[in-house]
């Protein structure tokens, strides 16, 4: 069969589908991974084929967009979210919403997003895929899936936040004293959808099924058909480093920013310069992922037990690894407990950021810590109780154990074969 990968462009979003796509062609099915332009030779890099469509996309400025969307402040409204819970309030209303709105805005089809969901719709009735596989942030995906006749589905690469709120919001709109009473999600994809002749369903918002890599304990409650996978991470491919090849003499840490990290370093409070000051003393090496930019903006001697590297993939790097210290980002929490790594994690707000670190806490597979008056001592004393306590170690091993509970990429492919059999609507 033909399968279509629909992505966000970057790469946070491409990575999590690169071992189910490869599962896929091995199987002997034909994949194609479709996005905006700018993420096509990252796709082609990974081995997967790439088709750009439509015009490029700012992520950033889309996210500062939604801060002035009145239709997405009244939908977040209408959840009723805990007020104290201002992590859920920034990924519902700023992260996840935004793309939303980028690609359907109420009335007419706002200019970012009707070029993507007609180069799609085009593309889809040309290549007549049987199986679409999107993003949950790429809405223009079930669009196109609905316009050839393909089944349909999510590709989570984290936790349902949109898909429990799309819930939620359902729910709280049969409550006869809420507001709104219309479903203002449904009226802004309207204009979009009459122009392809077609009628607003649930599943253009959640999908026909949900192919989800969370582990159960993880997950959140939403009544929705979720098809377990296990998470295989993937960081990309490069050559072996002649140093990494040798077993460090002393235990080795990874710190990383993430992806996101790269681009926002300035506006990041985790301590990194205060951090590497810090251990200059330790019985450690600590290798740190930071870039010329980050080193720079660090303003700190780099110590003599501190390697630092502008980029070497997380599965080149973790076997040797003792502990790593990051932000709780999902591609870098999967990469950790894949490889049974011990995690310190300063959460970043607006995302799966937080849930991931009270996991690995929960399983005692590591520490999580508040960015809010941490200090480089204080985060070096931290990661040190991860290497000296074995305690840590064994929880890694229980994450990892838990991620075992799911199939891997390769069972997934006979489940998808036979529900993409069930759900495409073509003869």
Known sequence: MKVLFTIMPAPAHLYPIVPIAWALQCAGHEVRVASHPGIADAVVATGLTAVPLGPEVDLAASVRAAADNPELERITRALALDPADHNLRTALRYYLMAPFANYYRSGAPGPE???????????????????????????P????????????????WGLDHFGWARRRFVERLGLPDTEPHEDLMAAMMRPTLERFGQDFAEELLVGQWTVDPTPQRLRLPADLRY???????????????????ERPERPRVCLTLGVS???????????????????????????ATLDRDQLAASRVEVP????????????????????????GGAGTFVAAAAHRVPQLIVPKEGGD???????????????????????????????????????????????????????????????????????????
């Open 304 to 327: 003599a037990n501190v390697r630092t590297v502008d980029y070497l993939p997380l599965n080149l790097l973790l076997p040797t690894c003792s502990a790593i210290v990051h932000h």
């Open 141 to 156: 995906a079930p669009v196109a899936a609905r316009a050839c006749g393909a089944a349909h589905a999510r590709l989570l």
């Open 353 to 427: 950021f937080v849930d991931h670190a009270r996991y690995a806490e929960e399983l005692g597979a590591g520490i999580a810590v508040e960015r809010e008056g941490l200090t480089g001592a204080g985060l070096a004393k931290q990661m040190m109780r991860l290497v000296e306590e074995p305690a840590f170690r064994r929880g890694a091993e229980a994450l990892y154990a838990d991620m075992l509970a799911a199939p891997g990429p390769d069972g997934l492919v006979p489940v998808l074969e036979k529900l993409t059999e069930e759900h495409r609507s073509r003869g």
């Open 113 to 139: 997003g009707r070029p993507m969901v007609d180069a799609l719709v085009d593309f889809t009735r040309d290549w007549r895929p049987d199986l679409v596989l999107w993003d949950p942030l790429f809405f």
């Open 261 to 287: 990290g790269r681009k926002f370093f300035a506006d990041d409070d985790v301590p990194v310069a205060g951090l590497l000051d810090a251990v200059a003393g330790l019985d450690v090496e600590l290798v």
């Open 227 to 245: 098809v377990p996978v296990r998470w295989v991470p993937y960081n990309g491919a490069a050559a072996v480093p002649p140093w990494l090849r």
